[in-house]
């Protein structure tokens, strides 16, 4: 199968980046060096949305993508009272940070319905989801209008299941990733299998062009990755500290930091497996926390915007791969061409 990845001039696509990184001018910045420019559709309202699409294509007239949460909203009965114990454990340092936790908002809040169609209506080059496998249906809508759809997947089980929508491309995520684990199971442990790995067992299995990620901050890894059969690598932490992207402050001071010096897999910023640097939130809060995504995001948001206003590097969550002390403050452009060498 083809996909528009083939016909790239460099083969890198600039990894979606929800919570306000994955701007406009990001996303633009990475097609126009040749690479796939990727939105971020996670957390934004539909009208936020659709005004990242609009903006992109004014900036650029290359081709990007969008990336959409499929929603898995954790069962109420089930999780109720953890979160609540938890929110009550939040209380005292929300206290001192002059906020009050977040309350939890059962169901899907993240407006699914409402992105479908704005993607069918807007018709980006490409739109991936994460966290799940889209509908068949879905699928069939966003390809009869000209979109091609990648899925993200974390192991072979997961991949075999995404073969059933038959998606133009599989986005192989592995343990090294920064942010979010893509398992489509919130609640499961998700595969400790780094890219290399994925694309060892996942490639003979199947004949769509596979997109590998994790831990890609070199020329090296980029060669490794094609090498081993992937046709385009998906970079996050590459760019965290690109000029255009929209990292906060308090952020880029934290992979700056010396003193933090290990990246761990937590869930204790969101109730989802996450790749991050090590703080004292994680300290905290590790192993207290019911696997209920996106409630628990919903509790500690409140928080972890005081902290990252405050400029407190152990209050906030510091997304980072396992190349996070390659990443480089310079134009995305710049990045991106250096990375594909
Ligand atoms: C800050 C941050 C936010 C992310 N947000 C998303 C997202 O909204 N959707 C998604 O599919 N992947 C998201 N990812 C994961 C990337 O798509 C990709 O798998 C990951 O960045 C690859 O690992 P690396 O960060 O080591 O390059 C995010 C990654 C980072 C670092």
Same mark, same amino acid.
């Given at each position: 199968?083809?996909?528009?990845? @083939?016909?790239?001039?460099?083969?890198?696509?600039?990894?979606? %980046?929800?919570?306000?990184?994955?701007?406009? &001018?990001?996303?633009?910045?990475?097609?126009?060096?040749?690479?796939?420019? %990727?939105?971020?559709?996670?957390?934004?309202?539909?009208?936020?949305?659709?005004? $990242?699409?609009?903006? +992109?294509? $004014?900036?650029?007239?290359?081709?990007? !993508?969008?990336? =959409?949460?499929?929603?898995?909203?954790?069962?109420?009965?089930?999780?109720?009272?953890?979160?609540?114990?938890?929110?009550?454990?939040? #209380?005292?340092?929300?206290?001192?940070?002059?906020?009050?936790?977040?309350?939890?908002? /059962?169901?899907?809040?993240?407006?699914?319905?409402?992105?479908?169609?704005?993607?069918?209506? =807007?018709?980006?080059?490409?739109?991936?989801?994460?966290?799940?496998?889209?509908?068949?249906?879905?699928?069939?809508?966003?390809?009869?209008?000209?979109?091609?759809?990648?899925? +993200?997947?974390?192991? &072979? *089980?997961?991949?075999?299941?995404?073969?059933?929508?038959?998606?133009?491309? &599989?986005?192989?995520?592995?343990?090294?990733? !920064?942010?979010?684990?893509? @398992?489509?199971?919130?609640? *499961?442990?998700?595969?400790? #299998?780094?890219? &290399?790995?994925?694309?060892?067992?996942?490639?003979?299995?199947?004949?769509?062009?596979?997109?590998? *990620?994790?831990? #890609?901050? +070199?020329? !090296?890894?980029?060669?490794?990755? =094609? $090498?081993?059969?992937?046709?385009?690598?998906?970079?996050?932490?590459? =760019?965290?500290?690109?000029?255009?992207?929209?990292?906060?402050?308090?952020?880029?001071?934290?992979?700056?930091?010396?003193?933090? +010096?290990?990246?761990?897999?937590?869930? *204790?910023? @969101?109730?989802?497996?996450?790749?991050?640097?090590?703080?004292?939130?994680? $300290?905290?809060?590790?192993?207290?926390?019911?696997?209920?995504?996106?409630?628990?995001?919903?509790?500690?948001?409140?928080?972890?915007?005081?902290?990252?206003?405050?400029?407190?590097?152990? !209050? #906030?969550?510091?997304?980072?791969?396992?190349? /996070?002390?390659?990443?480089?403050?310079?134009?995305?452009?710049?990045?991106?061409?250096?990375?594909?060498?």
């Amino acid at each position: 199968m083809t996909s528009l990845l @083939t016909a790239l001039d460099l083969p890198i696509v600039g990894a979606p %980046m929800a919570g306000g990184i994955s701007t406009p &001018l990001l996303a633009a910045a990475v097609s126009d060096a040749g690479g796939l420019g %990727m939105l971020a559709a996670g957390y934004r309202t539909p009208e936020q949305l659709a005004a $990242d699409l609009v903006h +992109t294509r $004014d900036l650029t007239q290359r081709p990007f !993508g969008v990336n =959409l949460f499929i929603p898995r909203p954790p069962a109420r009965a089930r999780h109720e009272a953890a979160v609540s114990d938890f929110r009550d454990r939040l #209380i005292p340092e929300a206290q001192a940070l002059g906020v009050a936790p977040g309350h939890p908002s /059962w169901g899907d809040t993240d407006h699914w319905a409402d992105k479908v169609l704005l993607v069918e209506t =807007l018709r980006p080059a490409v739109v991936s989801c994460t966290f799940g496998v889209p509908p068949a249906h879905v699928v069939g809508r966003w390809r009869a209008a000209g979109i091609e759809v990648h899925v +993200t997947v974390t192991s &072979l *089980a997961e991949a075999r299941d995404a073969l059933a929508v038959q998606p133009d491309v &599989l986005v192989l995520q592995g343990h090294e990733a !920064g942010a979010h684990r893509a @398992t489509h199971d919130p609640e *499961a442990e998700p595969e400790v #299998i780094d890219h &290399l790995g994925l694309l060892e067992v996942v490639a003979p299995e199947v004949d769509v062009p596979l997109v590998a *990620a994790g831990g #890609i901050t +070199t020329a !090296g890894d980029v060669r490794r990755a =094609l $090498d081993a059969g992937a046709a385009a690598v998906q970079v996050g932490t590459a =760019l965290l500290l690109a000029t255009e992207a929209g990292t906060s402050q308090t952020h880029r001071a934290a992979l700056r930091d010396p003193s933090l +010096t290990e990246r761990v897999t937590t869930r *204790a910023f @969101t109730g989802r497996t996450a790749g991050a640097v090590r703080n004292a939130f994680v $300290d905290r809060h590790e192993g207290h926390v019911p696997p209920a995504f996106p409630v628990v995001d919903q509790l500690t948001k409140p928080l972890r915007r005081a902290a990252a206003d405050a400029g407190d590097v152990h !209050g #906030i969550h510091i997304w980072a791969g396992s190349g /996070w002390r390659a990443a480089q403050e310079r134009p995305a452009g710049e990045i991106v061409r250096e990375l594909a060498g």
